[in-house]
């Protein structure tokens, strides 16, 4: 199949030109990744609709790879002139002496056009309706009850259209459509304010709102929030935690996910180099990175770099099977990529980058999971998290947590962050439900965000730091 | 290249009857070169540019951008502005900043030099640093990254209440990661050093500076849960203030989302705390003469001598509490709308030194670096919870190195049990100086 000519963001003999030129001074490799992002996002904040706001960026991005340098220029600038000159800055950086020039050609058979599957454009919908889903998850937010002081929401669409080509003849395209919803409100109670949060996001058009209901998402982080007007202080201390499913996911993407990362393991700054093969978990523990998961916030047909999206099993029953890849990576080890090349835009080199990573469900009970731990700590939402991938050491929020006594659910605990290490915690994973759910989130590296998702069934910890103020 | 306030006046001069417009155009260029092995491993070079528009009509505010400075983009911008009005809440508090007659001061943050340095001496910076860093110490296992970039960027903003700024800043860093130990004794450190042009560099300091941090945490192990005194590290107490600045966001205060709301005037720390937003200091990092709604820069005394003395406000939080705006208005570029922030926060320093005050807490823990700010600090409830790294206090020394553990209290409790500020300030690339800092009391979670 191949596409009209206006369809793409570059027309091909121009992408061959450039490429051409780019490769001209001996480059081993040379790209050119284009972006045209569109979106709007409305904000209602203290019973107001605040503001609504749309914007529009396109550029971009060429990349020339000769032994070990990488040679990178963006551009806004998208006619033949424009681009032309940034493969010559791209190029200057990565020069050989000699003078190699090739022509590059596109090859047809190494085409991929990724298509959305989305069935409401969020760029044909009415203003006014996009507004109206605000004011009904305010109303419900509020309506929970008269201590929600306060209530903001933000609504937000995006479609990022990008092409992809290189030396190697490839051509590729993907549509990206991605719409959210959070609801972030403030409880008043008699021992101060306390906070909720939730949010629904999926990699999909306006479509989510027929399906799911944004009243509630408002009710959910209005219930979190009045869950913990009473909440007294987290532990302080090594205790059994138990996380409900979906948010726990981000435990796997501090823990371990970021540890996966090819870049750091070139660079021996992860403690899981060299031990592929080796037991680094539980035998509970199946962790996988999967870009085409269904409508996932980490979800798209094709990553950064032009290739498609795949599933991959990191750890298998507790044994490390394998890293993510991008490009260049996978280059120096003369393997191939495992789709995880992502960028934030195209002002950014690509780097490996998770998509949504999930640990898989497990066999055991989620109530038979607290029914079995004496005291600890029931963590139902998490926030984000940081890791430090060259120790192991990772830090993450519980945004709604309880204390476990004699098995059973009792006191709202007020936000803490956990502590732990990655190699450990894995290892201290005793029990998985078979209760599976995903949750969005935005991962940085290096000054560079993207949407990833999280996901896991119900699980236990059997120790872990909880850092809070009262005695454990 | 071309005339960024010529490109915002046109704009901001197409405003209709009772419309405001206001236009805020960027560009920018910037360089970064990483260097691995004693090789540039990459560089990236590139320049961007863009219109930011809103438009009020009625009481109504829409925002859109777009990329680029054509007149197209120009005028992309403003059309999708005004349609996004029609759909906001009317709302009297709306408005753009008028002129208040403060005169802005001169500022001068731009070098050309640094424009002008060849791309060849930006990639040796950063061959010399990691060639500097793989050299510095025997223990040192990697050098994950050895960084150089630098960034210029000029922004007009003007609307049709008069408003007209211009301003141009240059900036420039070196940074470095090293790893030093074995296996699960491996410990990481990063060094860095700022500047508005090459000279201002200090490549050693780096190098030091990543070498100290990572070499004396090795070996570091849990505590046991105690409380006790805390002590922290310059670049902590800059993370600190910066939180404690969005508590005192006069937008956070009067939406009823700040721990502060209804306490102007009461005492909130103790007597020798003072907290100033001075970014018409040029050694602050945030420094600018004009803040993002185009009104001049001033200073203002948040927290007096402990008692809450004022809030930080741009135009439209101004209106909503009935006061006028501080001229603390910050946004992310042409991208954004503007929102109120600090830029230039700093404690009043102490008498006491670094080394004086581990001497006088004696027993304690000495905080080097925290973690999941993000996740573990509420603004609004005041729970404050982050990981943390560092060294023991024993006797009034540094002692054993200690890792996996966090430190809590509340914000508001914190500023209750300081109990040393320094005078060792230092303006740090962030939106506060650091300053090592003693909190009496915090609750160390270990084993």
Redesign the interface.
């Known amino acids: 199949m191949t596409l009209a000519a206006d369809d793409l963001l570059i027309p091909t003999d121009v992408i061959e030109q450039v490429l051409s030129r780019a490769s001209a001074k001996g480059a081993e490799f040379a790209e050119i990744f284009a972006e045209d992002r569109q979106g709007s996002s409305?904000a209602l904040?203290?019973?107001?609709?605040?503001?609504?706001?749309?914007?529009?960026?396109?550029?971009a991005g060429i990349r020339v790879v000769v032994g070990?340098?990488?040679?990178?220029?963006?551009?806004?600038?998208l006619s033949q002139n424009g681009l032309l000159a940034a493969a010559e800055?791209a190029a200057a950086?990565?020069k050989r002496e000699t003078d190699g020039s090739r022509v590059v050609s596109l090859d047809a058979s190494k085409e991929i056009f990724g298509k959305s599957a989305v069935k409401i454009w969020p760029e044909e919908v009415e203003?006014?309706k996009k507004?109206a889903l605000l004011q009904a998850a305010d109303e419900a937010s509020r309506s929970a009850s008269g201590q929600i002081?306060?209530v903001q929401i933000g609504y937000g669409d995006s479609r990022r259209r990008i092409l992809v080509a290189n030396s190697d003849g490839l051509l590729a395209t993907d549509d990206q459509i991605r719409t959210r919803i959070s609801v972030f409100c403030?409880a008043?109670g008699d021992g101060?304010?306390?906070?909720g949060y939730e949010t629904l996001a999926l990699t999909a058009g306006f479509e989510i709102f027929d399906e799911f209901s944004v009243a509630e998402v408002a009710k959910e982080a209005s219930r979190i929030a009045l869950s913990?007007l009473n909440a007294k202080p987290?532990p302080?201390?090594?205790l059994p935690i138990v996380i409900k499913s979906g948010t726990g996911g981000i435990l796997f993407h501090e823990a371990c996910g970021h540890g996966l990362e090819a870049d750091h393991i070139l660079?021996?700054?992860s403690?899981y180099t060299n031990r592929v093969g080796e037991i680094v978990a539980n035998p509970k523990v199946t962790l996988i990175d999967d870009g085409t998961l269904g409508r996932g916030w980490g979800t798209s047909a094709i990553d950064d770099e032009g290739h498609r999206a795949q599933s991959n099993v990191l750890i298998k029953d507790g044994v490390l099977t394998d890293y993510m890849w991008d490009y260049l990576r996978a280059r120096k080890e003369k393997r191939s990529s495992s789709g995880n090349g992502r960028r934030q835009s195209y002002?950014h080199?690509p780097m490996v980058r998770m998509t949504n990573t999930y640990l898989m469900n497990g066999t055991d009970n989620k109530d038979e999971i607290v029914a079995d731990t004496k005291y600890g700590v029931y963590v139902s939402k998490?926030?984000?998290?940081?890791v430090?991938t060259?120790?192991g050491?990772?830090?993450?929020?519980m945004?709604e947590a309880y204390l476990i006594e004699n098995g059973r659910i009792t006191e709202p605990l007020?936000?803490?962050?956990?502590?732990?290490?990655g190699p450990e915690v894995l290892q201290n994973i005793d029990a998985v439900a078979d209760d599976f759910d995903v949750c969005p989130g935005t991962c940085g590296k290096d000054g560079q965000n993207v949407p990833v998702g999280c996901g896991q069934p119900t699980l236990r910890i059997s120790q872990v730091?909880?850092?809070?103020?009262a005695?454990? | 290249m071309p005339d960024l306030m010529n490109i915002a006046e046109k704009i901001a001069s197409d405003a209709q009857g009772d419309e405001q417009v206001e236009a805020f155009v960027g560009w920018g260029t910037s360089t970064e070169a990483r260097a691995y092995k004693g090789e540039v491993e990459s560089l990236s070079a590139a320049e961007s540019a863009g219109i930011g528009v809103r438009v009020i009509s009625s009481h109504r505010q829409g925002f859109a951008y777009v990329g680029g400075l054509s007149e197209d983009a120009a005028r992309e911008a403003l059309r999708q502005a005004r349609d996004n009005s029609l759909f906001a809440t009317p709302d009297e508090a709306v408005g753009l900043a008028r002129p208040d007659g403060i005169a802005p001061q001169e500022i001068d943050l731009w070098r050309d030099k640094l424009l002008h340095t060849p791309t060849e001496e930006k990639i040796n910076l950063a061959i010399e640093l990691d060639n500097a860093c793989r050299k510095a110490d025997s223990r040192i296992r990697q050098v994950t990254s050895s960084d150089y970039g630098d960034s210029a960027g000029e922004v007009a903003v003007c609307n049709s209440l008069g408003i007209k700024a211009y301003a141009r800043e240059s900036v420039c860093y070196i940074a470095t990661d090293i790893l030093v130990g074995e296996q699960s004794d491996t410990m990481s450190g990063s060094g860095y050093s700022v500047g508005r042009e090459i000279d201002d560099l200090l490549p050693e300091k780096a190098v030091n500076d990543a070498v100290l941090r990572s070499t004396r945490l090795l070996g570091a192990k849990k505590q046991k849960s105690a409380q006790l005194a805390v002590v922290l590290d310059k670049r902590v107490t800059a993370t600190l203030v910066s939180i404690l600045a969005g508590t005192l966001s006069g937008e956070e205060v009067v939406k009823q989302r700040s721990l502060f709301a209804d306490r102007l005037g009461d005492r909130v720390g103790i007597e020798t705390f003072t907290l100033i937003e001075d970014p018409t200091n040029i050694s602050a990092f945030g420094a600018s003469a004009f803040d993002a709604e185009g009104l001049a820069s001033r200073k203002l005394t948040l927290i007096d001598q402990g008692k809450l003395s004022g809030f930080l406000y741009d135009t439209y939080s101004s209106r909503l509490a009935g006061t006028t705006s501080t001229a603390s208005a910050v946004r992310a570029g042409y991208k954004s709308t503007p929102s109120v922030g600090a830029r230039a926060l700093s404690l009043l320093p102490g008498d006491l030194n670094e080394t004086q005050i581990i001497d006088k807490v004696g027993n304690g823990f000495y905080v080097q670096e925290i973690s999941g700010v993000h996740s573990g600090v509420n603004r609004i409830s005041g729970d404050f919870s982050v990981g943390a790294e560092g060294l023991m206090i024993r006797n009034g020394q540094l002692g054993e190195a200690v890792k996996e553990v966090t430190i809590a209290s509340t914000i508001q409790k914190m500023l209750q049990d300081i109990l040393y500020i320094g005078n060792d300030i230092e303006w740090l690339p962030s939106s506060a100086a650091g300053v090592t800092l003693a909190i009496g009391e915090m609750s160390l979670s270990g084993s």
Request: charged share 20%; hydrophobic share 30%.
């Open positions: 409305i904040d203290n019973k107001k609709i605040e503001e609504l706001s749309s914007g529009h960026d396109k550029g070990d340098i990488t040679g990178y220029a963006h551009t806004q600038d800055a950086v990565a203003k006014k507004v002081a306060q403030v008043l101060g304010l306390q906070t913990k987290a302080s201390g090594t660079k021996d700054s403690v002002q080199l998490l926030g984000g998290g940081q430090n060259a120790t050491d990772f830090v993450f929020g945004t007020r936000d803490a962050n956990l502590i732990g290490n730091t909880v850092g809070g103020t005695g454990a």
